[in-house]
């Protein structure tokens, strides 16, 4: 056994004092530890060296300079050919030619003949130049000497001194001779200092060509942040695309690919420059690779766009500033402008900002409307926002059928004369019996348009949100025809085919909102039906070609590249409706947030503008209904209302109790209660003061039989 070792020290924590005892402890004798190795230990050294961050930027600046001054006397002697040969109209001929531009080709062709035929006609001179040179030299140097003596004759004359001829001559030998020691003595320390200006000028040159590879570059120039887009720019990000027939016409062009480039145009938050594209390339090669353009861009992937405009095999890139797109818009013109009102047929609702900063303003006269998206990104407030402002115009009628039962539209009640709100299999029932109500209205305009073609009628919004709900309710009316499903037993789906087919002459429209779309719970013949199709961020391409359709797809609309969850209320719009730059299907739209606050101040100023609107809200029909008090609330302040409007607004209130009303019904129902239907101006009306008697005489009537 190894002998143990003994070692003296005082505790961990000692006290204030100095007598603190001194603690023996006894461990067994250790090893001796084993020597590292010195070229360990010099690895090691050299290892965590490399890795230390201010090694890292001197090794970078170190290899940054030198390379600027490389590549820059590589650069000069290039800029030297080019002015020396015909290398440069030689490019821009294999250019032309790449780019299928034959008479820019044959005109550069041309060019190249004029430029050998100038060199061949000075290289010619050359071979008669010394002779001349020397015969101008000889010349020049004896009128030289003439002119000096000629003076110095003059001086003479003038001062009666003979040798005052050669004045003039002696003093111009006398500074040249200064000249040539001013040289004798500058000579020495230019060719010492010569080189070094040299090699700063080849420097400065790499330097502003950024001559280095990307890993050398200071931080803010490897990291993209404030660069801003310049041609040299996306010409490299489209060569390093991996798009080989693309690299290969570019450095093929003698211009580097400049010519493929338009003009870099300032849009909104960004730049926007269209590329026409190379014979061999296509247009979806470029759009396929936008993750890794932008990456080349120095940006992220939803900060740039790619459209195919009007123009064949040309792209058009949007790129956004850094960080631009992570910015909000401002508040609503709704909200700031408490003047601000609405015009159905030639107003356009203010949504928000397109990404060039103007504003995106939608038309909604006679259109259909889908809003489609993943959950929670934003659509209800879109589909409010519209809504919110379409109330300001007094004329418009709302029925609503809000499926997921929140809140978010209980700013309509009194504007909307139908505002259903639940999520329950209960509320689709009802929201599809108010769609279907919709379709009798719209037949009765249809049929009163026939006989008298000058009728106009007020406009008519049926809205359904979280309409996937509607389309996959399982309930079966009494007949047996199912409520949800995307066939033509489907009694939802089959009332929203009739509106779109025939709607919108009669100023009858659809609006829905809905969820994570797929075949099931939004059927293409109603999504094909809406003329304004938007969509929030989406899961796949192919929800995305559901949402708003192959052909806006095709030509680049990606909802489903937008970010889910940082790019709230960001919607993909294709319609008609909105100002979308010529050649494109689509445009981005961020909308503006009304939050319920504002919301519902908008709300009353347009229940402002209106003469009261009783909303009817549906109940559940498990409760035994109060006919009379049923009457009361369709009639609500209104002092008299035509009978056939007040079985228009029962059946509205529950359609499956009022469906077999007429006007015997309804006359019935006040003689009960000893009052009514009367005449006014040769119509049957129900007068709201006869309906409030007859239900003071039965509360009345309720309360004596209690007593006795």
Request: net charge neutral; with cysteine.
């Amino acid at each position: 056994m190894s002998e143990n070792v003994v070692h003296l020290h005082k505790p961990t924590d000692p006290p204030t004092d100095d007598t603190a005892p001194t603690v023996l402890t006894v461990v067994p004798d250790a090893p001796p530890a084993r020597p590292v190795p010195l070229w360990v230990r010099s690895g090691r050294a050299i290892k965590s060296g490399v890795t230390h961050e201010r090694t890292k930027s001197t090794v970078r600046s170190v290899a940054r300079h030198s390379l600027y001054t490389l590549n820059g006397s590589r650069i000069v002697a290039r800029r030297a050919w080019d002015g020396r040969t015909g290398s440069r109209y030689e490019r821009m001929i294999r250019a032309a030619e790449a780019a299928g531009n034959l008479e820019a080709a044959e005109e550069w062709e041309e060019r190249l003949q004029r430029f050998r035929a100038a060199r061949h006609h000075r290289r010619m001179d050359l071979l008669h130049s010394p002779v001349e040179a020397a015969k101008g030299v000889a010349v020049g140097a004896g009128m030289s000497i003439g002119v000096l003596v000629a003076l110095g004759v003059v001086m003479a004359i003038n001062t009666g001194h003979v040798g005052d001829v050669i004045t003039p001559l002696s003093a111009t030998i006398d500074f040249i001779a200064l000249l040539i020691r001013i040289v004798q003595i500058v000579w020495g320390p230019a060719l010492t200092i010569g080189p070094f200006l040299a090699l700063l000028a080849l420097w400065s040159v790499g330097r502003k060509q950024q001559a280095a590879p990307q890993w050398a570059l200071p931080a803010n120039v490897r990291n993209g942040e404030g660069e801003p887009i310049t041609p040299s720019i996306v010409v490299k990000a489209l060569r390093d695309l991996g798009v080989p027939a693309l690299a290969r016409a570019i450095k093929e062009m003698g211009d580097a690919g400049a010519s493929m480039l338009g003009p870099i145009r300032i849009a909104g938050c960004g730049v926007e420059v269209d590329v026409t594209l190379p014979s061999g390339v296509a247009t979806n090669e470029v759009q396929g690779k936008r993750r890794k353009l932008a990456e080349n861009l120095t940006r992220h992937e939803h900060e740039v766009f790619i459209t195919i405009p009007e123009a064949a095999r040309t792209v058009r890139l949007w790129i956004a500033d850094s960080g631009a797109l992570d910015e909000p818009i401002g508040p609503s013109p709704l909200v700031t402008d408490e003047t601000l009102t609405a015009n159905y047929k030639t107003g356009r609702a203010p949504w928000g900002q397109d990404l060039r900063g103007d504003a995106a303003e939608l038309s909604v006269y006679q259109r259909h409307l889908l809003v489609t998206g993943l959950s929670n990104q934003g659509k209800t407030a879109a589909l409010r926002a519209l809504a919110l402002w379409l109330a300001l115009d007094r004329s418009v009628e709302f029925w609503i059928a809000d499926l997921k039962g929140i809140g978010d539209w209980a700013p309509f009640d009194g504007i909307a004369k139908v505002l259903i709100e639940g999520p329950s299999d209960s509320h689709c029932v009802q929201a599809t019996e108010m769609v279907e109500d919709a379709v009798e209205e719209m037949n009765r305009r249809i049929e009163a348009v026939r006989k008298d073609p000058s009728l106009v009628f007020p406009p008519l919004i049926v809205l359904v949100d979280e309409a996937q709900k509607a389309f996959m309710c399982p309930a079966k009316g009494e007949d047996g025809r199912p409520y949800g499903g995307s066939k033509a037993t489907s009694r939802y789906f089959m009332a929203v085919r009739e509106i779109h087919n025939q709607g919108r002459a009669v100023d009858v429209l659809m609006w829905q909102g809905t969820q994570d779309p797929t075949d099931q719970n939004l059927p293409k013949l109603v999504r094909e039906g809406a003329h304004t199709r938007a969509s929030l961020v989406v899961g796949t391409e192919s929800q995305a070609e559901m949402a708003l359709g192959a052909k806006a797809v095709n030509a680049g609309a990606a909802p489903h590249l937008l970010r889910q969850g940082m790019d709230k209320g960001t919607l993909v719009v294709a319609s008609d409706g909105i100002a979308i730059p010529a050649g494109q299907a689509s445009i981005t739209v961020r909308t503006h947030f009304i939050d319920d606050e504002p919301a519902a101040e908008i709300a009353a100023r347009a229940k402002a503008l209106r003469d009261g609107v009783t909303t009817l809200r549906a109940i559940d029909r498990t409760e035994e209904r109060d006919h009379l008090a049923d009457v009361a609330a369709v009639i609500g302040d209104t002092a008299r209302l035509r009978t056939d409007e007040v079985l228009k607004r029962l059946h509205a209130l529950d359609t499956a109790v009022y469906r077999e009303w007429n006007n015997g019904r309804l006359k019935r129902l006040l003689e009960e209660h000893g009052e009514e239907p009367k005449k006014s101006h040769g119509v049957m009306v129900v007068r709201r003061d006869d309906v409030a008697r007859a239900l003071a005489n039965r509360d009345a009537d309720g309360s004596a039989s209690a007593t006795e």
